[in-house]
Structure formats: C-alpha cells, structure tokens
C-alpha cells in the first residue's frame, strides 16, 4: 500500500536517506531496525510530511504523498520525543486527534477512555505531560496516535522508555491492532527482539540506506550482508575465502564448516557467521574446534554469555547457554559448530 | 502603516516654507543640516541617557521577570499586573509625582533632612531624566524578558546546577543565552522611546539638555519645519533599523 | 499634505467666499479649538441658545504649536474657528487657511479699544479678532527677593541670593525676549549678530537658573523653590491671598501679546463662525475672560463691566500695553530662534 | 530548583519603585489645601470635585473604548504578524519593517497618521483613534510574541498536523496557547501603552472626543493638583477592582473547565 | 557511601517514594529497576538535589547532603529527557562540566575529544542537538554526565534510545568507568538484561516502595515476592498452598514441584514460580507434566517463545528454547519441570 521510491535526504553535509526504496503491503506490521543515526526518524517524518526529500517519491495506495499536507495524510506518527501538548491534560492530549474528525462528545470520551484504559493510564486522565513520569509520557504518546486508528500508523520508538512488562502488553495491544483493525503498522525500534517478535518484515538500515528487507527468521538465520550479520542479534564472524564447498578457508584456522548462502565463486573473499546458541562449548580434549580460554560470564536472567578468547581471532568469540552458566572463567575450552549452524556470505557491507 | 510613514519620510526632501508649511522643491539641504555638530551632540546626548536608562532596566528588569516567571501560577498574574499597573493611571500625573518626590522642598530632601543630610539637586538634572525615563518604560523591559523566561525549560537550569554551575554561571551560561531575544526586545522597547522622549526632559530635567525627541518636536511644532524634522526622524529610525536589525539576527542566533 | 505657502498677504481677501448675513444657522455646526479653560465652560448651550446654531463643540489643545500641527496637517481638520495668538494666526493666514473676517457680520467689533485694530501682526483685523492681550515680565516674591527686580538683568545675571532659584520661559520666542530687550533689541529682529549675543547672554544664563519652566513658575513662586521668574501678566498670582507675590514689567520694555480668533478657509460654517465671534465679543461674554483667567480683554466695553480686586495686574490699560513691541512671525527667521533654544539647551 | 536570596533585592526595589510615586499620589489625593505639594490636612474635597466633572468621565469612557478596541487590534494582528514573520519569512527587514511603528517617535507617527487620514478623506472620530493606536500597539505586541515564538518547538505543531488539524486549528490550539503569556504580555501591554498615550490619540482622533490623557494634559497646564492626584487614585482602585475580579472569573473559569 | 534513609515524595494525592531507604555501596554498580510510574526518577532526582523529599535524610560518607545546594554535590545526573543545552554544540554540552572546574582548556578539550570518541560522536562534536537523532542526543547527554567523572553518577535511562550494538559498546565503555576510575552508578533502567548484565545490585522498585535489593544472579533466581518473581524476567506462577515439603499444592494440578525459599508452614497462601528456560516440552504422552495445546510460537532471534495453554490455568505457559523452535501451533504437549527450578514463596506483593 505504501510505496516509498529513491527518496533521498540532506542536510547539509549529512545524507540522512541516500535513495531509499521500499514497498509495505497491506495489514503489514513493518518494523526499520538500524544504528542510531542512520535515517529511520527522517524517513518516518518524510512519510508523515514534516520532511521534504531531496528527491524521490511517495505514494500511499497510488496516490502521491508527497503533494499532500501533513493534516490530509491517513497517517499518525507517534513522535519519538512525544511531542505532548504541555498544556492539555492527558485526556485532552488523546482526545485532539478525534475532535478533529468532529465525532460526537459522547463517542471521544468513550474512546479515550478505552485506549487509556489499555495504556494503563486510566488513572492519569486528568494530569498534565510535566506530572508524568518518562514512561508514562511515552504511553500517552502511543495513545493519542493509535486511537485515530488511522490506515498507517508509524511509530518511532514507541516501547523505549517501558518496562518488560508493560512493553509486552503494548507489543500485545499493537498486534491486536494490526489484526483487529487492519492497520498497517511502520515501527522504528532499537529493539531487535521487539522486532523480531512483533514484524511481518524487517527492514535493516543503515547510513541512510535498506541492507536487507526480509522477514525475521529469514533475516536472522540467512543474513544477506556481514553488515546485516552483525547488526541482528549477536554473530561470531570469521573472515576467509570461500572454498566451493560447505566450509570457509581461513587464514588461521584452516577450514570451517558452514553453508554459503549463494553461489560464491572459491577464492572469493567470504565471510563465516556463527550465531552463538549455535555455538557449542566443548571440553579442551575434543577432538573438533577452536582452542580457547574462557575470559568472562555474564548472565543475563535466562541466559548466559559466554566469551571465549580463542588465540589468532580478533574479537572473543561469544556462546550462549540457557540458564546460569557453570563454566568458570580462566577454563580452558574449544568452541565448535555444525555446518548447517553456520552461513557464509560474500564480504563487503 | 507604512504609508503615512512614507508620507512623512518623504517630506525629507522638500523645503519649509516660509511661513511653515510644505514647499515641493526638491532640495538636498536637509541633509546637510543633519551634519551640524549641534545635532551630533544632541544625538550623542541622547545615546547616553537612553543606554543607560536601558542598562539600569535590564539590570533590575531581569532579575523581577526571572522571579515572577517562577512564582506560583496563580500569583505570577498578579506579581505581572501590579508591574503595568501604575501604568493605568497617566503618564504625565506619575511624572508629576516624582517632580513633589524630587524637588527641592520635595519629599526625599524632607526625609533626607531629617536624616540630617542634603539637601540634594535631585530634580532638573540628567539623573531626574534617567529616573523618570527608567520609571516611565521598566514594564515595556518585564513583559518581554517575562515572556521569554517563562517558556525556559527548568530542566536545562538542573542540569547546569548539576554540572557544577553556580547559580550565576547557570544564569550567564544557560538562562542568559536562551533569553537573549527577550533581552534584546526589552532593551529596544525601553532605548527606543527613551531616545526619542520628549516631555521628560522637558518636565523632570528642566528642558535644561535636549534629546534627540525635543529637537524632533521642536521642528514639527515650533519651527514648523516638517521636511527638516522628517529629516531628524529618518536618521533616528535609521539608527533604530540599524539596532532592529541587530537584535533580529542577534534574536536567529540564540 | 501641507498647503503650499505660495500665496502673499492679502491675496486672500480677493478670494474670499461670499457670505450669506440671513444664512440659516440652525443647519450649521461648530467646531471650535481654544486652550482649556479658556472660554466659559457653559458657552456651548449659550451659544445654542442664543444663536440657534445646530451645535458647538469645543476641542482643547494645549499650546500654539500642537494646534499649527492639527491645523495645518491637512486640508481640511474640521475645524472653524481657533484661538491662537497673534503671530500664529499671522502664519496661518501666510499659508492661506484663514477665512477674511468680514466685518458686516460682527457688529460687536465696535466694542473693541482702537488700540486692538491697529496690532502689527494683522492691522485692521483682517483675518483675525482679538481675544486676550498682556505682556510678559518679572513674577517675583516680595518677601524672598533682597532689592526689587526692575531691569531684565536682574534674571538674566542674578544675584547670589536668586542662585538656582529663578525661572525662564522656553517658548522660543519668550526665551529670547528679556535678552532682547536688555539688549536693545527688537523682538521681532533676525540678524544674526544680534540672536548671536542674545545666545551668549543665555548660555551664561544657564548654569544659575534653577529650571525653564513655561506653565507651573507661579507655582514655583508660591512653594519658593523659586524668587524670581519670567511671567505673562496673567499668570502671575499676584492676587494669592499671602499678598507676597508682585509682577513687574522691567525698565528695558517688553512685548505685547495677543491670544485671537480666527476662522478657517476650509469651514463650512462661515457664518455660524462670524456669528460666534461677534457673540463673545458681547461684553457680557467676553468679560468672563477677564473674570476668570485673570488675562486682559482688549474689549472696552468689557473691561468697564469688571470688578478689579486687589494686586490683580488688570488694571495695566491698553496704552502701557502698547509700549510693548508686538511680536509677529518672521517667516523664514523664526526658526532662527528654534535653533537659538536648541543651542541655548544642548550647552 | 532554589533561587538566590540576592535576586529578591531588584525584585522589591522594582516594585518599591514603581509604587513609591503611587503612594505619594494616593496620599496626595487627599489633600485638603490646593497645592500638589504640601499636605496640609485630610479631605475629600477633591473628589467631590471630580464626581461633577463631566469631561474626566466622558474622556475615562472613550481611553477605555480606544484602549479595548486597539488592544484587540494590535493582539490579533501582532499575533498573526509576529507568527507569520517567525514562519514564514526569513527576511530581517520584513522584520524590521514590521517593528517600525514601535520606533517611531509617537509625534511623527500621530502627524504622519493625521496627513494620511486627511488624504484618503477619513473623517476622524473614536475609530480613527482606535485604529491609530492599534497600528503602534501591534508592533509592540508583535516583537514581544515574536521573541517567545523564537524557540519554541515546532514538533508540537508537527504532531498536530499529523493528528489531523488543518493550519488554522494547530494554530488556534497548538501554536496559541503555547504563545499564552507572551500574548497576555503583549496584551497588557498595548493595552498600557494605549491608555496612556497621548500625542498620537491628539492627532487622530476626532476633535471633540478626547481620551483622558488629552483631558488631564489640559488640566495640568498650571502643574498637579490635588484633583488630578483624586483622579490618578480613582483610576488604581478601578484598575485594581478590574484584575482581581478579573482574576476570580478567570479562576472561575479554570475550575469549570476543570469538571 | 550513599546512605538513603526513609525517603518519602507526594505530589498531590501521589506518593510517588514511600519511605524508601537503600544504601549504595563504594564503587558499586547499582541498578534500580521497576515498573513505569514507579518513582525512580523522582529517586534520582532527590539525590540531586532538583526535588525536595518530604521526609528522609540522604547521606553521602556520612555528609548530609540534602542541605548541600545542587551544584556542590559530587554528582552527576543524567536526565531521561537528556536536558541538553540547545544553543551550544555537542562539544561544548559535553564541555560544560569540565569549564565549571576551571580545567585548563587543552585538558577540556583533550577530555571532550576522548568521550566524544567513545560514544561514537566526534564527528557530531560542532552539531547542535537539534540536529542530532534521538539515539545522538541521549549520548551526548551520557558523555556530559560520564565526562566529569564525579563521585557518584546517576544516569536515568542512559541507553534506552540505543541499538543493541552500541548499546552493547556503552555498557562497556560504564563499565570500565567504574573498574578504572571507580565511579559509583546509579542506573535506572526499564531493561532487565541490562541491570542483570552490568549491576553488581539490582533494587526492584513498585509503587514507590523497595521490594528487594540483591545480586542479579539471586534476584532472578530466588525472587522474594510474586511481585519480583513477576517482574523480573518472565515467569510462570502457579497459586496454591504450601504443602511442608518441595512442592505447592495446587487446587487444580495438585502437587506441583518446587523448592520453597523460606520455612512456609503447610497450608499457608503460597506461590510457585518456574522460568520459561526451565520448563520442558514433553510429548502428550510423557508420563509427567501438565497438560496443553501449543497456542504460539514467536522467534526472537536466539530463542523462541512457546506459549502452551494449559487447561485450568489463566494464563498460558510460557516456554522458551534456544533458537528456531519446531513445535507447531496446535500441537498437544505436556509441560514439566523439576523441583529445583522452581521456587516456592509465600503469596502477597
Ligand atoms: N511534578 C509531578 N506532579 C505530579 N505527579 C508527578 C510529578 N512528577 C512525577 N509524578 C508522578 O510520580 C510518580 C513517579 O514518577 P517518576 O518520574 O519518578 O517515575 P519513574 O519511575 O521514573 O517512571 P518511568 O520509568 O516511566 O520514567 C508517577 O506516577 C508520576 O506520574
Ligand atoms: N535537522 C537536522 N540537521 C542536520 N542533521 C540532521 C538533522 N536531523 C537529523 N540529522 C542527521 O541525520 C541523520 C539521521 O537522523 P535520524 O533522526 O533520522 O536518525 P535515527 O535513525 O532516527 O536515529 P536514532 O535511532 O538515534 O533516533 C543523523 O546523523 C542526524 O544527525
Ligand atoms: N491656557 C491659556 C494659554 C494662553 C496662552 N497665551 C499665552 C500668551 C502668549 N501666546
Ligand atoms: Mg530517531
Ligand atoms: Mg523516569
């Protein structure tokens, strides 16, 4: 339905959106993940016209964007900074978007009081922006965008400042949205996990341009770039040349198992990357894998990091194990992993 | 609004005519009269009394604004109005009232008396004149600074407080910066009409030093020289432009 | 815009209208512009009454300069008939925005001393008709000063005794006159060397005057924050009731003043005009002036009607008046005397 | 956050300042002897005076009528004048220009006025007044706006638009209330500036209405008396009465719209 | 070193602290973690100095300092809402600390350089932050806060507007802080691997109110209350009554395995609490175990969420397993555990 063609953007010397194309559909729940600085702000403002870009073109089911003011746009933006009007209780701040389609007092009240109800903020109707808390702020942000239920609902960062808890029941809320109501979601988050759990398609940005558009397994498991590998999720990545059959050349550890993704001409300059659940941690005496030492645990509340420093590769290489971890730093380890567990992909970004 | 201005900038050009009036001969004259070191003076004159009336509101100004644009909402109304209030009087009553506080038999030289002290030449003087100018615009410098200071965020102030900032430096570094077009407005408010006044110096300094107002009023209404008294209030605005335009690009940058 | 000061004296007689005497009043208004406090306060309804005009109404202005200003601004102010003083109605005729007064529709002009018609300013009272007249001098307290002022100089140099305690006129042509006239010279002069040393006089002046004040130096007088101040006649309160106040015209002569009427070119209402003029110059009318604003009228028959009370300056007649040099516009020159104020302040 | 205790000395002295002449008034009014002065004893005398003088109260009539009318002028237009300048323009002798009647000696701009009335042949009456008076105050009100308007956050106005305000609306709702006290000062300002103004009201208004100032500046030809001191005080009072009973309805107001 | 001693903060009818005392310890990685709303900036904000508590004394070694006027304290704030100054540059925000010490100006200069660097923005240093993106700005507001190295630093959610990557790189970067310099944090932060990862003590706050102050490690895995065994990463909880021995009599499953945390006499209100990470998926047929239908899967790259409803219980189970899960919705499992990974604790907040 949105379909967004070569849109470029400058400021100054900056290129924020260097000729970024990209087609959402219908009911799509589209999430932009990318470094911080890497456009996904301005592109959200182009969409809802408070940008104009340099070149390129807009178009929301056929129809030209571009040429349309931001209040005639079928479009919310939830802002990232919120954007709250200081003077308004929160009811108000909620209720301005319907008050501008003239629907009947009864129907806002009930309205608002529905959607701040499922932003759990009943209690905060009549408070003012500067009397809430950070979170709270970011709720009635959320609130006053999805209660127009509009065709398109972009939000930029809308779930950064919650808790777990309450975030799961946003992420929740947002969904019931997008299945109930048909909305077309476009979702900036940081938050991979988020994305992951929430988007039918990820785009993954970065320096003002789309690496990857896919969906999030694919996105995850079949990385199309090193870029792309090592942005999404956490990746152990090996450099080498590709061999022509299932397995990396490296320079250091002689051959490594794993599947290209395309077809890679041997000798070509590749790239191994190794998620690290697929890493298993197996005792120095076995017979398969890299030598190394255990430099550090973390344990992050259901699962454990594992950095093992393995002689003759740059960066440690990272496992993950469910639960807290019982291998203790200092111990002496090799890592290794299945050929299927592993993708090789032609270097560059 | 900018006709009747032109209209009148336009008389620059033309001559008095003998008996007053307008005569429409194209003539240079004006202008060079403009030169004359007696004008100069009085331009110079004027600059002093008007910057320092300016400085003396700004530096009691800021701080009344900076306070009451933190009261209570409730009495940040009533600390506003009870600024303009003396206003709603009249201009010339209120002059007049620091002429029975000022003069020689007047209520401070009484006080001072018994005190033991004076008595002083407080009325007649450039000092009368800076008082009733200061006294006459001290709101025109509040409302806009208050308008400024009111909208600062208190967040930046804490974060300067926290970075170790006293609360001056906060005050130079942070508050000062990001009100500086209220600044700017205020001191124009009260620079401009104090440059071009002219019943003060008459009333309080006793028409014993003229300002760049008297000699403009003296043309337009005792020489009934328009054309050259248009000339006189072209060179004022321009010296005005000149600080309007300051103050707007000076305003951009903050 | 202004008008044009093309026209010469008395070109304007020639060009006057022709005034209906039975023209019906009652289908015209007036508007007329006097000082405050200057005509009776009821003279509205009176005039209403007695002359059937449709109505009067009275603007104020506060000097001659700001009345020019309104009247000369442009073609038309709405005004008909204005008081200003002499040299002023001289310089509006100059401009050419007077009506001619036409004397078969003011009878009353009869009542006028023979002195009043022959003022220099307008001789034969062709565009104007006197209301006021007095002359300028020393206000003085008799109790504070130490020898009786009786030259110009004596404000001009004072003693040590009247340091910072004497007051000038600023009204340019009356800060002028007391050095003009100690000096010898005429009120009316424009050369150069002699403003010059009239200038030289002031600036000395300045440093040992207490202020120029142009409106409240009776009051000064009364406080005694001043001893000494140059005075119309009029407003010196010699009738205070103390009795220590006392008006002196120096020994070097002084000027004849004269506040008039005059009827403008543009009025509508010419004949109301004349009318309303030759109502005031009723004695019964004119001598409330006398009455009440303590000047002289320059009408017989009205002066003979008022009662003189003690110290009262009223009772100078017109022939000590006439000793005084009546002060007329002198076109292009008067602005000698603006720039002689401005030179005399900015020091 | 705490505030020094030193800022409280210019905060008090501005106030003592301005309100030391209005007690000497106030005191004055009631002056039994004639002088502005001297007190000499306690009377009323003077403000039995003022209640028959007609003229004060016709003139008290058309100041408040010429004040109104101009502030709601000069509000309105400053308003618009100043967020069109700050929107829409970058052009600094725009801005200027617009600044030009605040800087115009009040003299030349009341005769400048007075000329151009004169030539498009406008009769003057209370309205030319109204008129003139709401072209000087607009400058002022336009400057004082225009510097709050210098850094306030236009993605308030974005999110407005976005939730489907039209321009009109975002700045009715958005883009005004944020400018509240800065229009309130603007307002109070023109407001002051116009009730006390005299040259220019002189020059534009028609001859026989006259705003108070012109009355009282025919009053004092011979200096202050107590009258005119009766007068100032009556004025305090009626302004004191006019903002604290503007202040309960305001306070009224807020605590329906709080229901 | 900070001593916070029955802290208590109304605003109108909220109490937004309810007498909260805590003590930070020397050197210590401190992390206050709670629901939205909770009060922990207002918390922060009375250390400070910006709010005054309306009862309670905080102590810094020993010094009181909440007569001590903000500027005089050694430490340093970060706001949630970054605060940055919006008329000086990125270099000179991050300078200002530095200039109020009167350092000299090459070292100014040679320090912002360093902390420029480290968050990633020497490039950005003559920016203003309205030209910054939001994940820019809150690092500027990081390397204003970190770059006076004050005694104590308390940063308000310093990396919510961040990417995993540099997210990653700045918990380093305050990481190392505290090691080599010996900083003292305060952090707050709604990201539960983050207090997990980097806290050397985690404080869960609700309602203005501590519930438990402990090791990460502890705090997940032996939660005092519902309310922290809820809030803290995910959890299953299943009430019932304590049975004297390791396991809850539930009304509806009977006894379920568990090891109670503290002496719970038998038959008191109790409740059970298993991790998704600990809970098995055993086919229908398994002999132990409750059970369920799959009801969804969702991929979170690295792990996947398994919700099974179990008949009888409100909520459905959550379960989780490392990477790309092969369970279909609709498939009948049977979910278990065992009685050491799950906690018994006395029901209540
Ligand atoms: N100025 C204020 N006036 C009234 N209530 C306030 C004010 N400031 C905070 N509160 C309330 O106090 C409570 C605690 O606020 P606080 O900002 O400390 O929460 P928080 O724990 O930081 O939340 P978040 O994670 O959402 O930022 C909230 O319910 C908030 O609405
Ligand atoms: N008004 C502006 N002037 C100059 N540069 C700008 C401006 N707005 C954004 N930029 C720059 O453009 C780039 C993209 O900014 P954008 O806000 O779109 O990033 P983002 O992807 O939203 O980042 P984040 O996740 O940190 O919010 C950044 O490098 C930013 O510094
Ligand atoms: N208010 C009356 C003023 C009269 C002025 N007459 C002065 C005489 C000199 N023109
Ligand atoms: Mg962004
Ligand atoms: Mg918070």
């Known amino acids: 339905m949105l379909k967004i063609d070569g849109i470029t953007r400058r400021f100054g010397d900056v290129t924020a959106l260097d000729s970024v194309s990209l087609e959402i559909r219908q009911g799509e729940f589209f999430a932009l993940l990318g470094p911080s600085g890497c456009g996904k702000t301005t592109l959200l403002r182009i969409i809802a016209g408070f940008e104009r870009p340099d070149a390129g073109r807009v178009t929301l089911e056929g129809e030209d964007l571009l040429s349309m003011p931001p209040n005639r746009r079928p479009i919310s933006l939830m802002f990232q900074s919120y954007a709250l009007f200081p003077h308004m209780t929160v009811a108000k701040n909620v209720a301005y978007g319907l008050e501008r389609e003239r629907l009947p007092r009864q129907d806002v009240k009930q309205r608002v009081g529905e959607v701040l109800e499922t932003v759990g903020l009943s209690g905060h109707a009549s408070r003012k922006p500067a009397q809430l808390s950070g979170g709270q702020r970011q709720r009635v942000a959320l609130a006053r965008s999805i209660v127009k239920r509009p065709r398109l609902l972009l939000l930029d960062e809308p779930l950064s400042a919650l808790d777990k808890k309450v975030r799961a029941d946003m992420q929740l809320e947002l969904k019931r949205l997008q299945h109930d109501v048909g909305i077309t979601f476009v979702v900036v988050t940081h938050d991979q996990e988020e994305a992951m759990s929430l988007a039918d398609r990820i785009a993954v940005f970065d320096s003002g341009a789309v690496r990857q558009v896919d969906e999030p397994v694919a996105l995850y498991e079949r990385p199309k770039s090193p870029f792309v590998a090592d942005f999404v999720g956490a990746n152990n990545l090996f450099p080498g040349t590709a061999s022509g059959m299932e397995a990396l050349k490296s320079g250091d550890f002689g051959m490594l198992p794993g599947t290209p993704l395309t077809q890679l001409e041997a000798g070509a300059e590749a790239l191994l990357a190794v998620r690290p659940e697929r890493i298993e941690l197996a005792d120095d005496s076995a017979t398969r894998g890299l030598k190394g030492s255990v430099l550090d645990v973390s344990f992050y509340g259901g699962v454990s990091h594992i950095s093992v420093e393995v002689p003759g590769h740059g960066k440690p290489v990272l496992a993950a194990v469910q639960g807290a971890s019982t291998v203790q730093p200092g111990a002496k380890v090799k890592v290794r992993w299945n050929a299927e567990d592993a993708v090789i992909m032609a270097a560059g970004r | ?254 | 815009g202004g008008e044009s000061s093309s026209s010469s004296q008395g070109s304007n007689a020639a060009a006057a209208d022709q005034l209906k005497p039975n023209a019906d009043l009652s289908q015209q208004t007036l508007q007329v512009t006097v000082w405050d406090g200057y005509t009776p306060k009821e003279l509205p309804e009176k005039v209403k009454a007695k002359l059937k005009v449709k109505d009067l109404k009275i603007a104020l202005h506060e000097t001659n300069e700001v009345a020019m200003a309104k009247l000369t601004a442009s073609g038309d102010s709405g005004i008909d008939v204005a008081f200003v003083s002499g040299q002023y109605a001289q310089a509006l005729n100059e401009q050419g925005l007077l009506e001619p007064i036409h004397p078969e529709l003011i009878p009353n002009l009869a009542n006028l001393y023979p002195e009043a018609t022959q003022l220099s300013y307008d001789k034969g009272n062709k565009y104007s008709v006197p209301y006021t007249w007095g002359t300028t001098g020393i206000c003085y307290r008799t109790d504070l000063v130490k020898a009786k002022p009786t030259s110009w100089n004596d404000l001009l140099k004072p003693p040590a005794w009247a340091e910072k305690k004497v007051t000038m006129m600023t009204t340019e042509r009356w800060l002028a006159l007391p050095a003009l006239k100690s000096l010898g010279y005429s009120v009316n002069t424009d050369k150069d060397e002699e403003i010059a040393k009239v200038k030289e006089l002031l600036v000395a002046q300045k440093p040992h005057l207490l202020t120029y004040d142009d409106t409240t130096f009776g009051e000064k007088l009364t406080s005694g924050e001043a001893v000494m101040v140059e005075a119309w006649d009029g407003w010196c309160p010699t009738t205070d009731p103390k009795g220590n106040i006392a008006f002196v015209v120096p020994k070097e002569g002084s000027d004849l003043w004269v506040d008039t009427m005059v009827i403008m070119k543009s009025s509508k209402n010419k004949e109301a005009a004349h009318a309303l003029i030759n109502y005031i110059l009723d004695p019964e009318i004119h001598s409330w002036a006398a009455e009440n604003i303590n000047y002289k009228v320059p009408n017989k028959a009205a002066m003979d009607k008022v009662q003189i009370p003690k110290g009262s300056l009223l009772g100078i007649k017109p022939a000590e008046l006439l000793d005084g040099e009546s002060i007329i516009d002198l076109g292009q020159a008067s602005t000698k005397y603006t720039t002689l104020s401005q030179d005399i302040q900015a020091k | 956050m705490r505030r020094s205790k030193l800022l409280y000395v210019p905060f008090w002295a501005t106030y003592v300042f301005l309100y030391l002449p209005i007690v000497v008034l106030v005191v004055m009014s009631f002056n039994s002897g004639d002088s502005a002065y001297t007190y000499e004893g306690f009377s009323l005398k003077w403000y039995g005076e003022l209640a028959g003088n007609e003229r004060v109260r016709d003139g008290l009539v058309n100041t408040l009528i010429v004040a109104t009318g101009s502030t709601v002028i000069a509000t309105v237009l400053g308003t618009l004048l100043a967020v069109g300048l700050a929107r829409h323009s970058k052009s600094k002798t725009l801005d200027a220009i617009a600044l030009m009647p605040a800087v115009l000696p009040d003299l030349v701009l009341g005769i400048g006025l007075l000329v151009f009335y004169g030539m498009i042949q406008l009769t003057l009456g209370l309205y030319s007044a109204v008129l003139a008076h709401g072209v000087f105050a607009m400058a002022f009100v336009a400057a004082v706006v225009r510097t709050r308007l210098a850094n306030t956050d236009t993605s308030l106005e974005e999110a407005s638009r976005d939730l489907g305000a039209g321009p009109v609306t975002t700045f009715m709702k958005i883009t005004l209330p944020q400018l509240g006290p800065g229009i309130v000062a603007g307002a109070l300002l023109a407001f002051t500036l116009s009730l006390d103004e005299f040259v220019i009201a002189f020059f534009t208004i028609g001859n026989s209405d006259q705003t108070l100032p012109i009355v009282i500046y025919s009053m004092i030809r011979f200096g202050v008396t107590p009258e005119i001191n009766a007068l100032a005080a009556i004025l305090l009072l009626v302004s004191f009465t006019a903002v604290i009973a503007g202040q309960r309805l305001t306070k009224i107001g807020e605590s329906r719209a709080q229901d």
Chains 1, 5 share one sequence.
């Open chain 2, 1 to 254: 609004m900018l006709v009747p201005l032109a209209l009148v900038l336009s008389y620059t050009v033309f001559q008095r005519g003998r008996f007053g009036g307008i005569v429409y001969e194209f003539t240079t004259s004006n202008f060079a009269r403009l030169f004359d070191p007696l004008y100069l003076g009085v331009v110079g004159n004027s600059l002093k009394i008007a910057a320092l009336t300016t400085l003396i509101a700004l530096l009691i100004g800021y701080p009344t604004a900076y306070l009451i644009a933190q009261l209570p909402r409730k009495w940040k109304t009533v600390a506003l109005v009870a600024i303009v209030l003396p206003f709603w009087t009249n201009f010339i009553i209120r002059v007049y009232a620091w002429i029975i506080l000022l003069s020689g038999p007047g209520l401070i030289n009484s006080g001072l008396k018994a005190l033991g002290l004076g008595p002083f030449e407080l009325l007649y003087n450039e000092g009368a004149i800076v008082t009733g100018l200061l006294y006459s615009y001290l709101p025109l410098m509040v409302l806009p600074l208050y308008a400024t200071i009111e909208k600062l965020d208190p967040q930046l102030r804490e974060a300067s407080a926290n970075l170790g900032a006293s609360a001056f430096t906060t005050f130079r570094k942070v508050t000062l910066p990001l009100t500086v077009s209220g600044v700017l407005t205020g001191c124009l408010f009260v620079f401009v009409p104090s440059f071009g006044n002219f019943v003060i110096p008459e009333l309080l300094g006793g028409s014993k030093s003229l300002m760049v107002g008297n000699l403009i009023r003296n043309q337009f209404l005792a020489a009934r020289d328009w054309p050259f008294g248009s000339t006189l209030t072209l060179a004022l605005v321009a010296v005005l432009i000149v600080l309007l335009i300051a103050q707007a690009w000076a305003a951009r940058r903050a």
